[in-house]
């Protein structure tokens, strides 16, 4: 199936510091990206869509400037938390999808996850 | 209203059991997809099974199925023959419409025990 990866897997940072989440879909060309986020034994929230080339659709309720999405290329996007806080505190997933996925439907594929702790 | 509702917050189930995990959904929109997916302690999110709104029959993939039931709205996971793997969370998810770019909305999720 389609591999999706995130980079990195666990970050530690100070309070006021930003943390730059990679996403990558390896094997496919990702038109559509997704960023959620989850916190302990709670389900997964939508935080945007991003697609290539054009800027990223933000949930309600979601703060655009403390949460800079950047989808710059077909194989990558990027989530930055700018001046990080312990609310912040959680686990970020991504997921692609892509023009050539295959077998399951059309569904998405998601990375491994980054968990973020803000001291 | 939810869109997707996942009424089991815990299930334990016995070695080499089926369970059936219970997801039910709302949508007015003729076309959606539904899926499973799987998230162990490590946190990465696993596919594991997609039906269709006009599929016609119940989809499977090895040990997993999903019981269908359109009028009903639900499309429950069952997993036959449980292994002690399988312990996990599970989400169960909906796609609105046909635009493949559309966002998933996801269920709160059951957490699965299976015991030895």
């Known amino acids: 199936g389609a591999v999706v990866s995130q980079h990195p897997s666990r970050v530690i940072c100070k309070s006021g510091t930003s943390v730059k989440i990679e996403c990558r879909s390896l094997?496919?060309?990702?038109?559509?990206m997704f960023w959620y986020r989850q916190f302990p034994k709670q389900s997964l929230m939508l935080m945007a869509t991003?697609?290539?080339?054009?800027?990223?659709?933000?949930e309600q309720g979601v703060e655009k400037d403390k949460f800079l999405i950047n989808h710059a290329s077909l194989t990558l996007s990027t989530l930055t938390v700018t001046s990080a806080h312990p609310e912040d505190s959680s686990f970020y997933i991504c997921?692609?999808?892509?023009?050539?996925?295959?077998?399951?439907?059309?569904?998405?594929?998601f990375g491994p996850g980054t968990r973020l702790t803000v001291l | 209203a939810q869109k997707i509702t996942q009424t089991q917050p815990g299930m334990f189930v016995q070695e080499k059991e089926a369970v059936t995990l219970d997801c039910t959904y709302d949508?007015?929109?003729?076309?959606?997809?539904l899926f499973w997916y799987k998230q162990p302690s490590s946190g990465e999110m696993i596919f594991l099974i997609y039906?269709?709104?006009?599929?016609?029959q119940n989809a499977t993939e090895g040990r997993y199925s999903l019981n269908f039931q359109k009028a009903r709205k639900s499309a429950n996971l069952v997993i036959s023959a449980s292994q002690l793997g399988d312990s996990a969370m599970y989400f169960c998810?909906?796609?609105?419409?046909?635009?493949?770019?559309?966002?998933?909305?996801f269920g709160t999720g059951t957490s699965l025990t299976v015991i030895p």
């Open positions: 094997d496919f060309q990702a038109t559509t």
């Open positions: 949508t007015s929109d003729p076309s959606y997809g």
């Open positions: 998810a909906m796609r609105e419409g046909r635009n493949t770019g559309n966002q998933f909305y």
């Open positions: 039906q269709g709104s006009y599929d016609q």
């Open positions: 991003s697609n290539e080339g054009s800027k990223a659709t933000y």
């Open positions: 997921s692609a999808r892509g023009a050539r996925l295959a077998g399951g439907g059309d569904t998405q594929y």
